[in-house]
């Protein structure tokens, strides 16, 4: 499994998203509002906005906020002429990151996300200069404890899923970003609910961090998802879950 993703399980656990529940809409709103400025209001003739609606949902934002970040984007309003600029750059031990931003102001973005890596004894890189170790996948992540390996592998595979990866803290049902909705609606027609749902970033290769290091990656990556035009982070460390528990 990803850091990204352990990484996020654990904080679902530890109740962090709760904690910055204000920020989290924030980031959302702001999402919500370029997906229907890009491709229109009706989440069902909009993919994009469609998944973000979901995640919003899933975070408990109340009907009225997702509406109204709606009319937001399909409105013209100024404020909702963000752009989605993404960079790349290496963390402790040589970790790969992307980091995916939607901002008003390229400069303001660019100098807060080289510092941030910068304090955590990273660096921020060229385009490109990671990107080539990952690929785009729909995931979809359920709580271990709640549902039967053998039924989701069958139901996930049937429903035209790539692959069903097993931890000791969750179940991630991996799918083409083209066949993600698709498998997403198969599985919760069959009982099966997330606990999230995206696209993301899967990467090839995976760098092994511990002790100092490790900690060091998971400050940098939570520090740069604290930063106001972050929307997502994603990168290739691999942290056991012993030690991922005990450095969160």
Request: hydrophobic fraction near 40%; charged fraction near 30%.
């Amino acid at each position: 499994m990803s850091g990204h993703s352990k990484w996020s399980t654990i904080k679902r656990k530890k109740g962090a998203i709760d904690a910055k529940r204000g920020k989290i809409f924030t980031k959302i709103i702001r999402e919500i509002a370029t997906a229907a400025r890009v491709g229109g209001g009706d989440p069902t003739a909009n993919p994009r906005l469609r998944l973000v609606v979901d995640k919003a949902r899933a975070a408990n934002m109340p009907k009225d906020n997702i509406e109204r970040a709606i009319k937001k984007g399909t409105g013209g309003d100024e404020g909702a002429n963000f752009e989605q600029v993404v960079y790349e750059g290496y963390g402790p031990g040589g970790v790969a990151v992307i980091v995916s931003t939607l901002t008003d102001n390229r400069n303001r973005t660019a100098g807060e996300v080289r510092h941030t890596f910068t304090k955590a004894g990273g660096n921020l890189g060229q385009m490109g200069c990671v990107s080539h170790l990952f690929e785009r996948v729909g995931v979809l992540e359920f709580d271990r404890a709640s549902v039967d390996l053998d039924a989701i592998l069958e139901a996930g595979l049937e429903a035209g899923a790539d692959d069903v990866v097993d931890s000791e803290s969750s179940v991630e049902v991996i799918a083409d970003p083209k066949n993600f909705e698709a498998v997403r609606d198969a599985l919760v027609a069959k009982g099966f609910t997330p606990a999230s749902a995206e696209i993301s970033m899967r990467a090839s290769t995976t760098t092994a961090l511990e002790g100092a290091q490790a900690k060091s990656m998971l400050e940098l990556a939570e520090a740069l998802e604290d930063l106001d035009d972050v929307q997502e982070v994603f990168s290739n460390f691999d942290i056991s879950e012993e030690e991922m528990e005990r450095l969160s």
